[in-house]
T-cell receptor, first 114, second 115 residues
Framework: AQSVSQHNHHVILSEAASLELGCNYSYGGTVNLFWYVQYPGQHLQLLLKYFSGDPLVKGIKGFEAEFIKSKFSFNLRKPSVQWSDTAEYFCAVLSSGSARQLTFGSGTQLTVLP | DAMVIQNPRYQVTQFGKPVTLSCSQTLNHNVMYWYQQKSSQAPKLLFHYYDKDFNNEADTPDNFQSRRPNTSFCFLDIRSPGLGDAAMYLC??????????????FGPGTRLLVL
């Protein structure tokens, strides 16, 4: 069974700081990778996704993520965070062979201080 | 705008009283999902419909059922809600693109409170 680990449960940054949120997955086959964001009181929104090709993926709102197959990682990055980035961030994995089971990590709560 | 709509946004029910949550979509996606998300936890898949085919997760309690009368609508029925069923219930949709290359789009969720 596939699993997803997000090592940082809560990250607190000041505005303009750089962000990197870790995501590691366990699955030996082909995977499709996602980052979702959940702003306070709002629904899950897709930030970015990786299916194949360039392992550096750019998403919305200045976010990007890098797929490193050898490390089973898909870390999320942003060079300069804003107060409005305060939210919960979920990494998720969908294996090509799964019965559509999108497996989520436990989430990272990001708090950006003004 | 094409979207996933969930009604109601908040639902209060009594212990043991059946409750139905609804989801509709204007994306014309052929796959629809129901997730349960408890406070500070990741969403957990309960089941999904691939077209009309129902797929239940192995650990989904029998208390949870689902119906999909047509492409646009999907319902979550909780036959006898317990206090432990209080959670946010998320509906999601996707279009089968082969090889698992599907992006799931989520609705705003229905927060269920069981008294």
């Amino acid at each position: 069974a596939q699993s997803v680990s997000q090592h940082n449960h809560h990250v607190i940054l000041s505005e303009a700081a750089s962000l990197e949120l870790g995501c590691n997955y366990s699955y030996g086959g082909t995977v499709n990778l996602f980052w979702y964001v959940q702003y306070p009181g709002q629904h899950l929104q897709l930030l970015l996704k990786y299916f194949s090709g360039d392992p550096l993926v750019k998403g919305i709102k200045g976010f990007e993520a890098e797929f490193i197959k050898s490390k089973f990682s898909f870390n999320l990055r942003k060079p300069s965070v804003q107060w409005s980035d305060t939210a919960e961030y979920f990494c998720a994995v969908l294996s090509s062979g799964s019965a559509r089971q999108l497996t989520f990590g436990s989430g990272t709560q990001l708090t950006v201080l003004p | 705008d094409a979207m996933v709509i969930q009604n109601p946004r908040y639902q209060v029910t009594q212990f043991g009283k059946p409750v139905t949550l609804s989801c509709s979509q204007t994306l014309n996606h052929n796959v629809m999902y129901w997730y349960q998300q408890k406070s500070s936890q990741a969403p957990k898949l309960l089941f999904h419909y691939y077209d009309k085919d129902f797929n239940n997760e192995a650990d989904t309690p029998d208390n949870f059922q689902s119906r999909r009368p047509n492409t646009s609508f999907c319902f979550l029925d909780i036959r006898s809600p317990g206090l432990g069923d209080a959670a946010m219930y998320l509906c999601a949709t996707s279009r089968d693109a082969g090889q698992g290359r599907e992006t799931q789009y989520f609705g705003p969720g229905t927060r269920l409170l069981v008294l």
